[in-house]
T-cell receptor, first 111, second 113 residues
Framework: KQEVTQIPAALSVPEGENLVLNCSFT??????LQWFRQDPGKGLTSLLL?????REQTSGRLNASLDKSSGRSTLYIAASQPGDSATYLC??????????FGGGTRVLVKP | DGGITQSPKYLFRKEGQNVTLSCEQN?????MYWYRQDPGQGLRLIYY???????QKGDIAEGYSVSREKKESFPLTVTSAQKNPTAFYLC????????????FGEGSRLTVL
């Protein structure tokens, strides 16, 4: 059974510092991995989707890497801003239409 | 704009009542999903549908029912058999079964009084 873990559960950084968010999964037989952002009381917003054949994806200040062999993905957010404060979740897509979510990392960027 | 619309945003229900949450998408996606989110428990899959007139149970389907009569619509009914229905419900959709990006609606918060 696929298990997805995000550590730490919460993170606080000063504005301008780079953010590094971790996602680890137990079964490397995945189709893709997706990173989401969730603001309080809102739905999930897709940030980046990495297919299993890719090593990384970039969008603006965001960069996500994928290492299937070690079961890890990292989301980097450069030059963090207070508006980046949110909960970040990763989700792994495997066979059988199964999508497994991590518990999320709650990020606070202090001005 | 293309997207997923969930309604209502907030819903209050008395014990013993069935309620239906609406989910509509205009992304022309084949697959649609319903998730439940509780504090400290992450997202759990209730039901999903890959094509019209077909749907499958997820991990926590007991006490819920769905229909998929149209490609763009996937309503969720929370029945009185659901023992703990107070939660945040999220609808999502994807084009294709495996490699497509998953998109979410804004969610519906159900509170049982």
């Amino acid at each position: 059974k696929q298990e997805v873990t995000q550590i730490p559960a919460a993170l606080s950084v000063p504005e301008g510092e780079n953010l590094v968010l971790n996602c680890s999964f137990t079964d490397s037989a995945i189709y893709n991995l997706q990173w989401f952002r969730q603001d309080p009381g809102k739905g999930l917003t897709s940030l980046l989707l990495i297919q299993s054949s890719q090593r990384e994806q970039t969008s603006g200040r965001l960069n996500a890497s994928l290492d299937k062999s070690s079961g890890r993905s990292t989301l980097y957010i450069a030059a963090s801003q207070p508006g980046d404060s949110a909960t970040y979740l990763c989700a792994v897509k495997a066979a059988g239409n199964k999508l497994t979510f991590g518990g999320g990392t709650r990020v606070l960027v202090k001005p | 704009d293309g997207g997923i619309t969930q309604s209502p945003k907030y819903l209050f229900r008395k014990e013993g009542q069935n309620v239906t949450l609406s989910c509509e998408q205009n992304l022309n996606h084949d697959a649609m999903y319903w998730y439940r989110q509780d504090p400290g428990q992450g997202l759990r899959l209730i039901y999903y549908s890959q094509i019209v007139n077909d749907f499958q149970k997820g991990d926590i389907a007991e006490g819920y029912s769905v229909s998929r009569e149209k490609k763009e619509s996937f309503p969720l009914t929370v029945t009185s058999a659901q023992k703990n229905p107070t939660a945040f419900y999220l609808c999502a959709s994807r084009q294709g079964e495996t490699t497509g990006e998953l998109f979410f609606g804004e969610g519906s918060r159900l509170t049982v009084l």
